[in-house]
């Protein structure tokens, strides 16, 4: 397991034109990575802060089923990024796919999981998911007006 600095340095981050892109290990410790990221280039770019907190939870729902149900890309990493315009945020998280296609469940009421993507549906505008042939991406579009 990597140590918390281990993981900063092990990161990539590219800028290209208005998205960013980050490369994380395949891990649940990227959850925390990944919001921590999204959160500060938010802040700088001025974004209020209900639409952090829900990109925030949106985005660490994406990267914990990731982790949770997929494969690592071939790299064993997974990919984050986000696309800020005037009145929404796109987020995608990509991995090496799995067995199943992303979906919403209906867990019962005791069920310690199957919520995450419910509450994605619930926080955003609107969901989907693409799969090629090197894997899995899920976009979410959050409305920041």
Known sequence: MLTLREMESWTTVQIEETAVVVTLPFQSSSVRTARRRLSADLR????????????????????????????????????????????SLVVSVSDGGSETRPRTLQPPPNAL?????????????????????????????????
């Open 113 to 145: 999981g199957g919520r995450g993507l419910a509450i994605v549906e619930t926080l955003s505008e609107h969901w989907w998911v693409e799969q090629g042939a090197t894997g899995t991406t899920v976009f979410a579009e959050i409305s920041l007006s």
């Open 44 to 87: 700088s770019r001025g974004v209020r802060d209900t639409g952090i907190d829900d990109a925030r939870v949106v985005l660490s729902e994406l990267v914990a089923n990731s982790v949770r149900h997929a494969f690592p890309l071939a790299t064993g990493s997974l990919s984050v990024s986000w696309r800020l315009s005037d009145r």
